[in-house]
């Protein structure tokens, strides 16, 4: 079964920018459909981003398009989740998780329920 590992949290001040990183393992990345999402504290957990290694196609949820940015690296067997002009309301836990394989489906890639895999997140605070 695939596992992911997240990385690349930490403090980062309001407007500025973060790049998370998850590396994947036990299945080809090639073929894999890898989500981002993040939980909030106190609040439930959200899909932000969605890539298909398979064909390259991506997926976001609306008020994130242009701000964030997910691509994959198959040779690093490695997604990203580039993160620009981020304010305290970005702040949360950060978790990438496998979707399954192929092409992206909206309708999945945003879906908690539709995770076959969760990495163990990676915490991000904006705040000055």
């Known amino acids: 079964q695939g596992q992911v590992a997240e990385s690349g949290g930490g403090l980062v001040q309001p407007g500025g920018s973060l790049t998370l990183s998850c590396t994947t393992s036990g299945f080809p990345l090639d073929r894999l459909l890898i989500g981002w999402f993040r939980q909030a504290p106190g609040k439930e957990r959200v899909g932000l981003a969605c890539i298909s290694s398979e064909d390259g196609s991506t997926y976001y949820q609306d008020p994130l398009k242009g701000r964030f940015t997910i691509s994959s690296d198959i040779a690093k067997r490695t997604v990203y989740l580039q993160m620009n002009n981020l304010s305290p309301e970005d702040t949360a836990t950060y978790y990438c998780?496998?979707?399954?394989?192929?092409?992206?489906?909206?309708?999945?890639?945003?879906?908690?329920?539709?995770?076959?895999?969760w990495g163990q997140g990676t915490p991000v605070t904006v705040a000055s």
């Open positions: 998780a496998i979707l399954g394989a192929g092409a992206v489906v909206p309708g999945i890639c945003l879906a908690p329920g539709a995770v076959h895999s």
